[in-house]
């Protein structure tokens, strides 16, 4: 009997290698290996606390391998591609793009492999909320200055974005309104022309209460503004030129003590310290029974020389 086995165990070994290499063929026939591409999220770990990324590519193409009926059960939710930020620097830093695949799936490359991401140092500042009226109250009516709580907010970021903060700002939509009303609404960042900051800042708070005096519309008068001095300039100083924005308002109040208002005057500004040209934000002085529209304050440039 073995040898019967002996002569039969050549013939026997071919059909094994036959039957696996069918097996195989017709496993491959059915469920081929493939290519796929796939637009993966980036995202960055391991930073230090005290640094933030400024810059980097939102995404990158993922192209990978595997059966068919792996590839049919995911989709580019189950990858993830990031970049390890422990040893980044502040500025540019080129890092090699990371990359993890669901069981089964092979990473055929990453495009690009690498990628250029800015590194910049937090710090925070504060800053003060303007209100912006939208829109106007209802005929007969009018807005009085609207007061905004906080009246400043902290704000942390970048300091290459911090720097190009222009205006902190929150829009105020009157909507035709008939009475006073306080909503809350959240604050615009903005640059010098315009456009917003904020993807890349921290805001704290990020919303502002603002309450907005509506009252039913009373005789009015323009009054140019006049600003108020006290102190006298340091010795080698000399006043040139004294700017006021805006250079007129208008105030609200019976007939009688508008007609006894020639100028509007700003609370007084010190000027024993003032040296060179700048500017300040004054309060106006309002008389008693009259009310300012907007603004409430002023802005007024000094330069001396």
Known sequence: MWEHFKTNLPYRIISLLLAISLWAWVTTAQNPIKEALYEVPLESRDLSADLMVADKPSTVKVRVQARDSVLAEVT????????????????????????????????????????????????????????????????????????????????????????????????VALQGHRESYLERVPIKILDEEGNPLQDWLKLQPDTVEVFVPVIRELPS??????????????????????????????????????????????????????EGTGVIEVELAVPEGTYLGVPGRVKVIIETE
């Open 221 to 274: 008068k323009r009054l140019v503004i006049k600003p108020v001095f006290e102190g006298d300039l340091p010795a080698n100083q000399t006043l040139k030129q004294v700017v006021v924005d805006p250079e007129m308002v208008q105030l609200f109040g019976r007939w009688e003590l508008l007609g006894e208002q020639d100028y509007l005057y700003t609370e007084p500004i010190d000027l024993s310290q003032w």
């Open 76 to 171: 580019s939710r189950d990858y993830q591609a990031y970049v390890d930020l422990s040893g980044a620097h502040v500025g540019t830093n080129t890092v090699p793009v990371e990359v993890t695949t669901p069981a089964g799936v092979e990473l055929v490359n990453t495009s690009p492999s690498q990628v250029p991401i800015v590194i910049d140092q937090i710090t925070q500042i504060q800053m003060p909320v303007r209100s912006a009226l939208v829109g106007s109250a209802a005929t007969g009516f009018a807005v009085l200055d609207p007061t905004v709580s906080p009246s400043e907010v902290l704000i942390a970021g970048p300091k290459s974005i911090l720097d190009r903060i222009s205006d902190v700002v929150v829009d």
